[in-house]
Every structure is written in structure tokens, then in C-alpha cells.
């Protein structure tokens, strides 16, 4: 775990694989919450407010990363674990994850 207040947690994704992308955070919410659909006004101004304060901690901590993604997937197939989560994943210059 790496970040969290009373509405929500911020920790490093276990599942990635090594090297993929050091520094790979999920953001979710404490109360459940399935997709980004079912997410209300207040918990999701909580949730993106720990995205942003989160996601500035990266950027101290982690002076190799040139930029950062962020994204939630929502819905089958795409979504394997049915409890919202976002993704912040540090971007360098030829990590062969996106184009870049």
C-alpha cells in the first residue's frame, strides 16, 4: 500500500509482470464499488482527488518517468476484477506498452 485515506487505497499492481512498468499503482475506492458506472459524484470526486495526489507523489518518487497513463476498464471482458480500480502507469520513452 502506498497511499490512503478514509475513502480510499492506493497500491502497487502485484499481477504486472517484472519490468513491465515499475511504479504500476491501482487507485480504488474503500466501499465497493463495481464499475465506474455505479460510482456516485462524492466518491468519485474522492477517488480522482487520490489520482491526482497519488500520481504527484509518482512523479517525485520517480524521476525516470517521462509521463503517466491512466486508465479504468469497466464491463466484461475488459474488466477482470469487478471492484473499480485505476490504473497509473508510469510511461517512458520506449516501454513498448503504447505507441510513443
Same mark, same amino acid.
Given at each position: +500500500?502506498?497511499?490512503e &485515506? &478514509?475513502?480510499t487505497? =492506493?497500491? +502497487?499492481?502485484? /499481477?504486472?509482470?517484472?519490468?513491465? !512498468?515499475?511504479?504500476?499503482?491501482? #487507485?480504488?475506492?474503500? =466501499?465497493?464499488?463495481?464499475?465506474?458506472? &455505479?460510482?456516485?459524484?462524492?466518491? !468519485?470526486?474522492?477517488?480522482?482527488?487520490?489520482?491526482?495526489? #497519488? *500520481?504527484? *507523489?509518482?512523479?517525485? =518518487?520517480?524521476?525516470e518517468?517521462?509521463?503517466?497513463?491512466? %486508465?479504468?476498464?469497466?464491463? =466484461?471482458? %475488459?474488466?477482470?476484477?469487478?471492484?473499480?480500480?485505476?490504473?497509473? +502507469?508510469?510511461? /517512458? /520513452?520506449?516501454?513498448?506498452?503504447? /505507441?510513443?
Amino acid at each position: +500500500m502506498v497511499y490512503e &485515506d &478514509d475513502a480510499t487505497l =492506493a497500491f +502497487m499492481d502485484l /499481477r504486472q509482470p517484472a519490468g513491465a !512498468a515499475p511504479g504500476h499503482l491501482l #487507485v480504488i475506492p474503500k =466501499a465497493h464499488v463495481a464499475t465506474l458506472y &455505479d460510482l456516485e459524484a462524492e466518491p !468519485a470526486a474522492r477517488v480522482f482527488q487520490a489520482v491526482a495526489t #497519488v *500520481a504527484r *507523489a509518482m512523479k517525485r =518518487a520517480l524521476p525516470e518517468m517521462e509521463g503517466l497513463s491512466i %486508465w479504468s476498464s469497466n464491463g =466484461a471482458p %475488459w474488466q477482470e476484477v469487478f471492484h473499480l480500480h485505476v490504473h497509473l +502507469m508510469p510511461r /517512458r /520513452r520506449g516501454d513498448g506498452l503504447f /505507441r510513443v
